[in-house]
């Protein structure tokens, strides 16, 4: 995202129609990112100033204090300057881990996947796993004859019985370059999630491109 403009018209959407909200690339500069008054901003912990995060949450402070929405930190699932893992509950809600992913190259040239799952981990029962995983597949495109960068995130959520949660097939990047449209921005859902997950769409009133 990157850009002030965008995250403020986000934001400002979100405000009335949104309790959490997953940010990828967010605009980040002297030490901070966005403010809004209607969100609690939370960025990847143990990061130093002079390190930029690549995901950032944001809590809408009337779901905490109306709904009881509960919001827990778990570093111990996902410790990275491009990835979040929270534990999120209410009183109806059960306990459900939430994965805020930008899954992009270090300066090691390693992506995020890779240095966080090894190959056959096993993700929590109750889960969303959700970003931009920059990676390119038919499962979610059936434009792409040869997969990019996916097999890992493949192989993690078909081991661990995820489903795809997006549209098949809906553009979610739509570059200023001219390069075709893209899939990039993906939601993933554990069985015992799955089904609860409803109305997913793209909101092309609230589009940053």
């Avoid at 934001?11 to 209607?38: F, K, M, N």
């Avoid at 990835?83 to 509950?89: K, T, V, Y």
């Avoid at 390693?110 to 970003?131: D, E, K, M, N, Q």
Wanted: glycine share 4%; proline share 6%.
């Amino acid at each position: 995202m990157k850009s002030t403009i965008a995250m403020d018209s986000i934001l400002e959407i979100a405000a009335h129609t949104a309790d959490v909200v997953l940010i990828q690339e967010p605009w980040y500069g002297l030490g901070r990112t966005i403010s809004h008054p209607s969100f609690e901003c939370i960025l990847p912990g143990g990061h130093a100033p002079d390190s930029r995060p690549r995901v950032a949450l944001y809590v809408s402070l009337v779901a905490k204090s109306t709904l009881a929405l509960q919001v827990q930190t778990r570093e111990d699932l996902v410790a990275d300057l491009d990835a979040q893992a929270f534990e999120l509950s209410t009183p109806f809600i059960p306990s459900t881990i939430v994965y805020n992913i930008y899954n992009q190259t270090n300066q090691e040239k390693t992506y995020t996947l890779s240095r966080l799952f090894a190959p056959g981990a096993v993700l929590p029962p109750r889960a969303i796993f959700a970003g931009d995983f920059n990676a390119h597949h038919s499962w979610w495109n059936c434009e792409v004859e040869s997969p990019k960068n996916a097999d890992q995130l493949v192989d993690l959520m078909e081991r661990n019985l995820f489903d795809l949660v997006n549209e098949a097939d809906a553009f979610t990047h739509f570059p200023t370059n001219g390069n075709h449209a893209s899939v990039l921005d993906l939601t993933f859902a554990s069985p015992q999630v799955f089904d609860s997950v409803q109305n997913w769409a793209i909101d092309s009133d609230a589009s940053t491109g």
